[in-house]
């Protein structure tokens, strides 16, 4: 099964917000609401930063938000900082027999 | 707090397998799932395969099917993930995490995946 389709990067100015999207389908974005975000900086391992769509861990700013729509899932960054320059992934419980879908990540640039 | 601690590089040859262990500290897998990626070079993430511990059941992607063993150590609280006949396009930064384990559409599946062990690099070469 095909990953989950994010753009490959998006960018914005300290302070700014911005939307990163998780596409997928009725089998999994849209069909449950299993749908995790996490942060990766170069040469370390992946960070929960959002779960169950909207969900935001222990410790995980508040500028860190997410949601979903039909098939589409959405990470938003709200008042954008240097330390949030990194890539981020995206994933969802599928039903089919793969049982897990990743994106293929987004690349956030801090200008 | 959890953490999850792998063992560390592995220089292996093509067609040999590798195992990578990964022992939490701080705490027990619990009733949590032990799930798997790999991320090769410069790639996106990639799904293996899972374990819930207490129920001993796993879970592999179709792609590694038949190539991947994850099991665990309760008495020692570690989980272990080998790959057999090993490829160049094996080479990769593989990672263990915490799982939590949900049921939907009748079947068992992972959630969200945290803590993260540190990964360990496999390298293919011969």
């Known amino acids: 099964q095909s990953a989950l389709t994010q753009p490959a990067s998006v960018s914005g100015s300290p302070g700014q917000s911005i939307t990163i999207s998780c596409t997928g389908t009725?089998?999994?974005?849209?069909?449950?609401?299993?749908v995790s975000w996490y942060q990766q900086h170069p040469g370390k391992a992946p960070k929960l930063m959002i779960y169950d769509v909207s969900n935001r861990p222990s410790g995980v700013s508040y500028r860190f938000s997410g949601s979903k729509s039909g098939n589409t899932a959405s990470l938003t960054i709200s008042g954008l900082q240097a330390e949030d320059e990194a890539d981020y992934y995206c994933s969802s419980f599928t039903s089919s027999s793969t049982l897990v879908l990743f994106g293929g990540g987004t690349k956030l640039t801090v200008l | 707090q959890v953490q999850l601690v792998q063992s560390g590089a592995e220089v292996k040859k093509p067609g040999s397998s590798v195992m990578v262990s990964c022992k939490a500290s701080?705490?027990?897998?619990?009733?949590?799932?032990i799930t798997w990626v790999r991320q090769a070079p410069g790639q996106g993430i990639e799904w293996m395969g899972g374990i819930i511990p207490i129920s001993g059941t796993t879970n592999y992607a179709q792609e590694f099917q038949g190539r991947v063993t994850i099991s665990t150590d309760e008495s020692t609280n570690t989980a272990y993930m080998e790959l057999s006949r090993l490829r160049s396009d094996d080479t990769a930064v593989y990672y263990c995490?915490?799982?939590?384990?949900?049921?939907?559409?009748?079947?068992?599946?992972?959630?969200?995946?945290?803590?993260w062990g540190q990964g360990t690099l496999v390298t293919v070469s011969s």
């Open positions: 701080g705490g027990t897998f619990s009733s949590y799932g």
């Open positions: 009725s089998s999994d974005v849209g069909g449950y609401n299993y």
């Open positions: 995490a915490r799982a939590l384990t949900i049921i939907a559409s009748g079947a068992i599946g992972y959630n969200w995946f945290d803590p």
